[in-house]
């Protein structure tokens, strides 16, 4: 019998914050980015490969919590050509948040922004910081992890500055970026299967490959591959059940 298990942490997974100004947005669970012309090629018959069809690219995308820019004072960032940046109405948004650095030069490249957010993740978890989905034009988020099953203080989030003359407009509700919890990475190692767990694997996979043959829709890609729901089926059972057997 092959068998796959679903293993469940004990540990509460809470990830709790606060905000340095009351009206600040909370922390929201992230959204897809679909577009309009996915979704018309996605409900042609037969549909065409979109890559919300893709379970793995949906919870990428929907992995973690957003973080906002909650400020009432919106900015525009201006890109210069030694490198760093001009900052519009950074004196009203000082003064609103009481923060004389809240948008600041971070190095050579790079700027950063005190988003409001204090985080506190579970003992030996921490955040990963990584893009939203869904940015205003131009802002790219740096990828990070910060200690917070430590840290205390708010959350500084860099970004790359953008080409001389490129513009970033910040608004109250526009998207940062997004904070994954993840384990601390000194608690994991890598290792090759052992002969029998490889087997293991081999046995499901060739499972998985006979199912598939017999799994309803289908939709072919742009090269000529063909695609079914076998991976969602294998997920909600693995969710349900916690395991995948063959006799």
């Known amino acids: 019998m092959w068998r796959i298990s679903n293993l469940q942490s004990p540990i509460s997974m809470i990830l709790k914050f606060a905000k340095s100004v009351p009206y600040l947005p909370d922390p929201a669970r992230s959204r897809p980015h679909v577009t309009a012309a996915d979704k018309g090629r996605g409900s042609a018959a037969p549909p065409h490969a979109v890559p919300y069809h893709c379970k793995p690219w949906v919870d990428g995308q929907t992995a973690g919590w957003t973080l906002f820019y909650g400020f009432l004072t919106p900015i525009t960032i201006t890109g210069k050509a030694n490198g760093t940046i001009e900052v519009t109405n950074l004196e009203m948004l000082t003064r609103e948040t009481q923060q004389p650095h809240i948008v600041s030069q971070f190095a050579q490249g790079h700027f950063g922004i005190g988003c409001g957010y204090t985080l506190q993740t579970p003992p030996g978890f921490v955040s990963l910081i990584i893009p ?116």
């Open 132 to 247: 939203a989905t869904r940015p205003p034009a131009g802002l790219s988020a740096l990828t990070a992890v910060i200690e917070t099953d430590w840290y205390p203080r708010q959350l500084f989030l860099v970004f790359h500055i953008p080409p001389p003359g490129v513009q970033i407009f910040l608004d109250r509700g526009m998207e940062l970026a997004r904070v994954v919890i993840a384990p601390r990475q000194e608690q994991w190692e890598a290792r090759p299967f052992t002969p029998d767990e490889l087997a293991d694997i081999n046995a499901l996979e060739q499972q998985y490959l006979d199912e598939e043959k017999t799994t309803p829709t289908r939709w072919t890609s742009a090269s000529g591959d063909q695609f079914t729901h076998l991976y969602k089926q294998w997920s909600a059972r693995n969710k349900s059940g916690g395991e995948q057997e063959k006799g």
